[in-house]
């Protein structure tokens, strides 16, 4: 059964950091590219972030490009983002997904508020 847990939100300063972690079982990990999601609140979950299946290769959407790093770990089965420099509208639910896995985690909360 494929299993993905998302941690690491929290409650953070703007400007501050956090780092989100997505165990996975169940799940061919190391042969899928990877991605993170962002689920603002009362908007549609987007991507963000992928990273190849040996993590040679990444991409980012231009609202996280320079503050956000996605990589992975292949022998733990775990993906991780690093998140820097963090903004108001960072805050929502984070997803991680790959290779169409179902059903998808709960995500883990991030909000940013002074």
């Known amino acids: 059964q494929v299993q993905l847990v998302e941690s690491g939100g929290g409650l953070v300063q703007p400007g501050g950091s956090l780092r989100l972690s997505c165990t996975t079982s169940g799940f061919a990990f190391s042969r899928h590219f990877m991605s993170w999601y962002h689920q603002a609140p009362g908007k549609e979950r987007e991507l963000i972030a992928d990273i190849s299946d040996d993590g040679t290769y990444t991409n980012y959407a231009a609202s996280v490009t320079g503050r956000f790093t996605i990589s992975r770990d292949n022998s733990k089965s775990t993906l991780y983002l690093q998140m820097n420099s963090l903004k108001l509208e960072d805050t929502g639910v984070y997803y991680c997904?790959?290779?169409?896995?179902?059903?998808w985690g709960k995500g883990t909360l991030v909000t940013v508020s002074s």
């Open positions: 997904n790959g290779g169409g896995a179902q059903p």
